[in-house]
């Protein structure tokens, strides 16, 4: 089983910066991808950013050229790095990963970007 706990949320405002931490522990072998959602309230839940073990990354379009991914495989930590948020990017943010066979997902950390 594997754990994700994310750290770092909290009242940013719009402009300024804030890093997201999320460190995975229990019994890991390959973490494939891990990566980030969110949550905005009465919205599904949407992809944000996520990365494979080899680096490679994906981000939504909405946060492309503000936030960056990055993961520490020997850590099997990942980051989001958020850069100039807007009020727009208020939400529950939660941490994921995937394995062979397997997905987790953290329990979720509050961001609020006020204007």
């Known amino acids: 089983q594997v754990q994700l706990v994310e750290s770092g949320g909290g009242l940013v405002q719009a402009g300024g910066s804030l890093r997201l931490s999320c460190a995975a522990s229990?019994?890991?072998?390959?973490?494939?991808?891990m990566g980030w959602y969110r949550q905005a309230p009465g919205k599904q839940r949407e992809l944000v950013a996520r990365?494979?073990?080899?680096?490679?990354?994906n981000y939504a379009d909405s946060v492309k050229g503000r936030f960056t991914i990055s993961r520490d495989n020997a850590k099997n930590t990942v980051f989001l790095q958020m850069n100039s948020p807007e009020p727009e990017d208020t939400g529950v943010y939660y941490c994921?990963?995937?394995?062979?066979?397997?997905?987790?997902w953290g329990q979720g950390t509050q961001v609020t970007v006020s204007s």
């Open positions: 994921n990963a995937k394995s062979t066979g397997a997905e987790y």
């Open positions: 229990g019994t890991i072998f390959m973490l494939n991808v």
């Open positions: 990365i494979t073990s080899l680096g490679s990354t």
